[in-house]
């Protein structure tokens, strides 16, 4: 019997002392380790969930609260309400301290921090509420003022709730070294959007000059950075809406549906995916489509992380689009994937934070937002590289064509000179027929000699004929001249065509009607007809209709019909029979 009260004894002193540890630990030293030091009482804070979400404060006091005991708190993402107790012992020799949690995105955190009366002062404030509510403006994340005085201890409560990652890291500063800190930050950030601006207008203004379509969506994806990181950073609500905080809720998640929608039109053109991989030009297509319905979900809190869950499905795709237009020939795609590479380091290492895998520090903290500034320059040299390419591929056309154009040249001047010569024989050519009617008219000359001697009407024709000749000929030596020999020549064809088939018609009327021979020729000897009145009496009384005249003669049918019922008036050519 006194064994097992000896033995109960020392397994009641063992409990005591193995517990004694873990109540000491859920105190939290303040102390004083050096200058421009932060203190991290997260390691010794407790927490309790609440899956209902509805417990209150006085509730919450009696549950049993678990111990943290890691450097950073982060309950990644949930739908549960968490709640965190911090004893704070300020051993210290001084009562400025300021606990802060840097991070900006909690929609709702209350504080209730223990007064010396023993009363419980509660904070309400949150993203979700006006930037006033917080109280403390010398960071743009959650400062709660201590009033802890040396050898004071207190008991704090904080409750997270909200759509976002419950992270929660907190730090404990004096006012001094949190005032040097918020400085080196808005520096930070200063050069970090600096730089977002400047690449921002840089290339819209190279868009204005050049018009090119890849960089107006590049600068709306650059805007939609400095949206999203100004946003999630703090510093957007702190000076430019800090009372409408539902802007908040939407700004980021609105815009990345946009930035889906940017980047995919930015790969589209830039990689040329319709040339180098066109089921991925599809493909952003869809995802295109995709983010507009996902906006709307997003809006009207039917899905409300829709388009973040879509932005990482479709991060991913614009790296191996790049990867593959790269493979395929594209070589600015190289800087493109680099940068793309560089972004989703950031990007995956920030996420896997909000997870709660990776612990919160500035490594993970600022790692997407020096990728994303890496990301927008290597995007830019990349445009530039495109340029560079195009202009070498359009000089190296340019050259080409020159060389096309050189043979062409060479090959027209061959050309050229095989043409002259066909001329040059044309030419010669009709300078011989042209010599042959010369000699026709210097015998139509010796006959113009005999009209002076002998009138018959016979002589008077062949006056006439000499004279039609002889203007033939210079009409023909004209054209020649004016025209070319090509129309010299088919005048000089027709001409020859049209006498030797009249001389035919002409030899045959006279044979076989000399009677009326006699009468024509008598009555253009003495002008009553003309030539050509002449030609188409000696046609018609061969018995050729008009028709056919006009194709011996440069004559219409209805002119050939005039002449033959003028030398039927005049008794040359019988009257037609009706």
Not at 23 to 42: C, D, H, M, N, W
Not at 302 to 317: C, E, G, M, Q, V
Not at 379 to 406: P, V
Request: with cysteine.
């Amino acid at each position: 019997m006194q064994l097992d009260i000896r033995c109960s004894f020392i397994a009641c002193l063992l409990i005591i002392f193995l517990k004694l540890p873990l109540l000491a630990q859920s105190i939290f030293k303040v102390e004083t380790k050096g200058v421009r030091q932060a203190l991290y009482p997260a390691t010794q804070a407790e927490y309790f969930e609440d899956k209902t979400g509805k417990l209150t404060f006085a509730q919450v006091q009696k549950q049993p609260f678990v111990p943290h005991q890691k450097s950073s708190i982060n309950f990644g993402y949930t739908s549960s309400t968490f709640w965190v107790r911090l004893q704070l012992h300020n051993i210290s020799s001084t009562n400025n301290w300021r606990l802060l949690s840097f991070i900006p995105y909690h929609n709702y955190l209350d504080c209730w921090q223990k007064t010396k009366t023993g009363t419980w002062q509660h904070t309400q404030t949150g993203w979700l509420r006006p930037f006033n509510s917080r109280g403390n403006f010398e960071h743009v994340g959650f400062v709660f003022p201590l009033d802890l005085p040396t050898g004071a201890t207190t008991t704090i409560y904080f409750r997270l709730n909200g759509y976002d990652p419950l992270t929660f890291p907190l730090e404990l500063l004096q006012n001094q070294t949190l005032d040097l800190r918020f400085q080196f930050e808005n520096l930070y950030y200063g050069i970090y959007f600096g730089i977002l601006a400047v690449m921002l207008l840089y290339n819209l203004f190279i868009y204005i000059t050049l018009r090119d379509r890849n960089y107006l969506y590049y600068v709306s994806y650059i805007l939609c950075m400095l949206i999203i990181f100004s946003s999630s950073t703090g510093y957007l609500f702190r000076y430019v809406h800090p009372q409408l905080p539902f802007i908040n809720l939407y700004s980021s998640r609105i815009t990345m549906g946009i930035i889906v929608i940017t980047t995919g039109l930015f790969a589209i053109h830039f990689l040329e995916l319709k040339k180098y991989i066109l089921w991925f030009y599809k493909l952003f297509l869809v995802n295109i489509g995709l983010a507009i319905i996902a906006m709307l979900l997003t809006g009207t809190e039917l899905y409300s992380s829709a388009t973040n869950d879509l932005l990482s499905f479709h991060s991913p795709l614009l790296l191996l689009a790049g990867i593959l237009a790269w493979r395929r020939g594209h070589q600015s795609a190289r800087y493109y994937v680099i940068a793309w590479s560089v972004f989703l380091i950031g990007a995956t290492t920030i996420t896997l934070r909000n997870m709660g895998l990776l612990p919160i520090n500035s490594f993970t903290t600022h790692t997407v937002e020096i990728g994303s500034a890496i990301e927008v320059i290597l995007l830019s040299l990349a445009l530039a590289d495109k340029y560079r390419i195009l202009r070498i591929e359009k000089e190296q056309a340019t050259y080409r064509a020159l060389l096309i154009q050189q043979k062409a040249n060479e090959e027209l001047e061959d050309k050229v000179r095989d043409r002259t010569r066909e001329i040059q024989n044309q030419k010669e050519e009709i300078t011989q027929q042209a010599e042959t009617l010369k000699a026709i008219n210097d015998e139509l000359k010796k006959a113009n000699i005999l009209i002076k001697k002998d009138r018959d009407e016979k002589v008077k024709i062949y006056l006439q004929e000499a004279t039609e000749a002889t203007n033939k000929l210079q009409q023909i030596q004209e054209t020649l001249t004016q025209r070319g020999p090509d129309i010299a020549q088919k005048l000089l064809t027709n001409e020859i065509n049209t006498a030797g088939e009249l001389s035919i018609i002409q030899e045959k009327v006279r044979n076989e009607f000399p009677d009326f021979t006699t009468e024509i020729d008598k009555a253009l000897a003495d002008k009553k007809i003309t030539k050509a009145v002449w030609q188409v009496g000696y046609c018609l009384k061969m018995g050729r209709s008009p028709s056919e005249i006009s194709k011996i003669l440069p004559l219409s049918n209805r002119t050939v019909s005039v002449y033959g019922t003028k030398l039927r008036k005049i008794g040359v050519l019988e009257t037609v029979k009706k």
